[in-house]
Nanobody, 125 residues
Framework: QVQLVESGGGSVQAGGSLRLSCAASGDTGGRSVMGWFRQTPGKEREGVATILSDGRTRYADSVKGRFTISQDNAKNTLYLQMNSLKAEDTAMYYC???????????????????WGQGTQVTVSS
């Protein structure tokens, strides 16, 4: 079992920055792949960024150059640094963990077994 707790969401004006954190605990084998997803009402959950335990990362085209995913293994914490935020980045952001390499490649939510409760990010234009 893996437990995930997100923090760091909030409200910010367009062009601003936020950093999300996700504290992870439990089975390390179950979180060899981690990622950030986001969801708005009425839409499917979409992948934002994923990272492997060796540090390799992937990003959705919509956030490339603006968002950075990273992890501190000593603190068992996953981060998402979000810069140059836009109104369309407004969503509930979720931390996810899994052990399927496909999830890292395809940003497919179904490949992630564990999820946090989510943290709201609101960007005003």
């Amino acid at each position: 079992q893996v437990q995930l707790v997100e923090s760091g969401g909030g409200s910010v004006q367009a062009g601003g920055s936020l950093r999300l954190s996700c504290a992870a605990s439990g089975d390390t084998g179950g979180r060899s792949v981690m990622g950030w997803f986001r969801q708005t009402p009425g839409k499917e959950r979409e992948g934002v960024a994923t990272i492997l335990s060796d540090g390799r990362t992937r990003y959705a085209d919509s956030v490339k150059g603006r968002f950075t995913i990273s992890q501190d293994n000593a603190k068992n914490t996953l981060y998402l640094q979000m810069n140059s935020l836009k109104a369309e980045d407004t969503a509930m952001y979720y931390c996810a963990a899994g052990s399927n390499y496909v999830g890292w490649i395809l940003f497919r939510a179904a490949e992630f077994a564990y999820w946090g409760q989510g943290t709201q990010v609101t960007v005003s234009s």
